[in-house]
């Protein structure tokens, strides 16, 4: 997946040092992002990173506290309407109104949203051989989260969020609900941004990738670029950090040898490379996990600045 | 929009229409024999000839069959049935959204929150004005012989007559939608505004609406007898129906005329419906301000 840098057509997220603060505490911070349309876009971050935060932000249930943040050329100052008419929003545990039926969802689908497409409402249901006569209360989690899904898709908005969707559901019912959603963006050339604890799940899906840990932008790119941009080199136990190309953003040492993920511009990694050193291609789950199990955001944000001010190793991939 | 706010509020409508046949159904009973003894009592006749000093034997007798179930039962039960009316409706309002999460999928459609609230408080506004002139007219039917007899200015009368039951119900619908997005939570917001509802409205009742204009006075010679004040008395020591009598010091009677009845009605009115305007204002504030 490329980036649209110039595009003629709008980016599907765009932010720019965004951040919002809940009293004295910012629950996001310096948040700049550009993900392009037809991404499928995986957020991660422990409990309290601050990703409902920004999904919030996207979606227009929250205002920010600074910065600018653009959803298909939609700007946090474009008419509520016009915000709300590009997101759809499938929201965590899935809330519906519990005394409604699945008609009555539609009527209220259809009543509240001028793009509804009651026909693909109705077609999914027919599909998933659910009667539109039963009520919220009578259905299983799963059918549920099919639900809310439905009507996401049926509002017809551009841009799929999904807030720990699958988090709820049980082996089956994540599989079938994950591949309806690949199946429908892959037919309508939907955005989605998918924030989820299962990184694992994600790896199968997403070909884009942001990280978030307390508050802070970690990593953010076309999820192939940030593997080749973050090799994992396996060095002698003696070799010094400061030896090292890029950024160090984990190092595990045992008796002989040490592990070392870092971040660096691949040509010039090949360049600098020792012949003592091996290099090995990053797993999608080891990157993630290891940029969450860096100790503080804090660190990881100066190291990122040191590394952009340094003539070194390029920070391309990240954050932009 | 419009559906969307009717099915959700359509069961607090039909309950709302249940308690208004109930009360229905209790006032055309009593109402009705109440009419019929008004009838029988030769009461029209003397009134219209007096002010109920021709016939006090009859006065007293029609006021001690239904006194107690018009002027007392009924008056302490329906104090505070406006107040539950309104927080029921308010209190569940946005804070049942918020309760069960819902309040992601009402304020993620196209339609933004903001209309969503707009059209929300308009339509059960609207219709609890419905609910509360049907009341009132109900009360006011049943009650009217009575009224014959005591006026409309006495305070348990006052209460149900005119425009205050409606600004009532709304005051405390208002209270309840605010306490809701505040506290987030349907049953502590309704008792959160009902407590407050409840007090303004007895220090209102209780403390100001006597000198919502200065009182006049006159002198009387109460030594006849069958001189007072309160619901009892027909007339009241003024000599008059429907004035309501504060207080007697020797023969000087402090009261308020009974054709102040409209400018208080408004005056009470108007004080719970700024009220309600607070209320719902703060929360269309607050939930246009605040996200989430």
């Known amino acids: ?81 016009a915000r709300l008419a590009r997101v759809s929003y499938v929201a965590q545990d899935h809330p519906l109104y519990r005394d409604f039926s699945i008609a009555d969802m539609f009527h209220l689908g259809r009543s509240m949203n001028p793009s509804w497409d009651q026909a ?20 299983s989690g799963g059918q549920r989260a099919q639900i809310s899904l439905t009507m996401a898709l049926a509002k017809r908005a551009p841009l799929l969020v999904l807030d720990e969707p699958v988090s709820s559901l049980d082996p089956i019912a994540r599989l079938e609900f994950m591949r309806e959603v690949m199946a429908t963006a892959a037919e309508s050339g939907l ?56 950024v160090i953003i984990q190092r595990t040492d045992s008796d002989r040898h040490s592990t070392v993920l870092v971040r660096a511009d691949p040509a010039r990694l090949a360049a600098q ?34 590394a952009a001010a340094r003539p070194g190793p390029s920070t391309k991939a990240v954050s932009r | ?90 209190g569940s309002l946005i804070a049942r959204e918020l309760e069960y999460g819902t309040w992601r999928l009402a304020w993620s459609q196209t339609v933004p929150r903001a209309r969503w ?19 009132t007219a109900v009360i006011t039917w049943y009650r009217a012989p009575m009224d014959r007899l005591t006026g409309h200015l006495q305070h348990n009368i006052f209460d149900f007559e005119g425009l205050v039951l409606t600004a009532y119900i709304l005051c405390a ?13 349907s049953i502590p917001a309704m008792v959160a505004a009902f407590i407050p509802w409840l007090a303004i409205r007895l220090v209102i009742e209780f403390v100001f609406r006597d000198h919502f204009l200065a ?34 010091q020797g023969n000087v009677v402090t009261y308020q005329p009974a054709d102040r009845f409209w400018t208080f009605q408004f005056i009470e009115a108007g004080i719970f419906v700024a009220l309600t305007a607070a209320a719902l204002g703060a929360t269309i504030w607050l939930l246009h301000r605040r996200a989430a």
């Open chain 1, 120 to 139: 693909l409402a109705q077609a999914r249901m027919d599909a998933l051989d659910i009667p539109l006569k039963r009520k919220v209360k009578s259905l």
């Open chain 2, 215 to 248: 009182p006049l006075t006159t002198t009387v010679n109460c030594m006849q007898g069958g001189c007072g004040e309160g619901i009892g008395f027909v007339p009241q020591a003024t000599g008059r129906i429907g004035d309501l009598v504060l207080s007697i």
């Open chain 2, 117 to 135: 609230l707009a059209v929300k408080l308009a339509l059960v506004t609207g219709g609890l004005i419905v609910l509360g002139a049907a009341m």
């Open chain 1, 191 to 246: 955005t989605v941004l998918i924030a989820s604890h299962v990184v694992s799940e994600l790896e199968r899906l997403c070909d884009w990738l942001i990280v978030l840990t307390s508050g802070r932008v970690q990593l953010a790119g076309p999820a192939d670029d940030l593997i080749a941009a973050h090799p994992l080199l396996t060095v002698p136990r003696a070799t010094p950090d400061a030896d090292l190309p890029g």
């Open chain 2, 1 to 90: 929009m419009i559906w969307v706010s009717w099915r959700q509020h359509r069961g607090q409508a039909i309950s709302c229409l249940a308690v208004l046949a109930a009360l229905a159904v209790y006032a055309i009973l009593l109402g009705t024999s109440m009419r019929t003894a008004f009838g029988n009592d030769a009461l029209t006749a003397c009134l219209a000839h007096s002010q109920g000093t021709a016939c006090p034997a009859a006065v007293q007798a029609f006021t001690n069959k239904f006194g107690s179930e018009v002027n007392i039962a009924f008056w302490a039960v329906t104090l505070i049935v406006p107040g539950l009316i309104g927080v029921l409706v308010g």
């Open chain 1, 1 to 81: 997946m490329t980036q649209n840098d110039a595009g003629d057509s709008p980016p599907a997220l765009r932010t720019d040092q965004l951040g919002r603060r809940y009293g004295r505490v910012w629950g996001l911070r310096d948040c700049t992002l550009e993900v392009p349309a037809g991404a499928i876009v995986g957020l991660v971050g422990p409990n309290g990173a601050g990703k409902t935060t920004l999904l919030e932000m996207i979606i227009g249930l929250l205002e920010p506290t600074e910065g600018e943040l653009s959803v298909f050329g939609e700007t946090s100052h474009s008419p509520m309407a």
């Open chain 2, 173 to 185: 619908f208002g209270f309840a939608v605010l306490a809701g997005l505040l506290l987030r939570r």
């Open chain 1, 273 to 306: 490379q020792h012949p003592a050193w091996q290099a090995d291609p990053v797993s999608f789950e080891h990157l993630v996990l290891a940029y969450l199990q860096r100790p503080s955001a804090r660190a990881a944000t100066d190291d990122i600045a040191q």
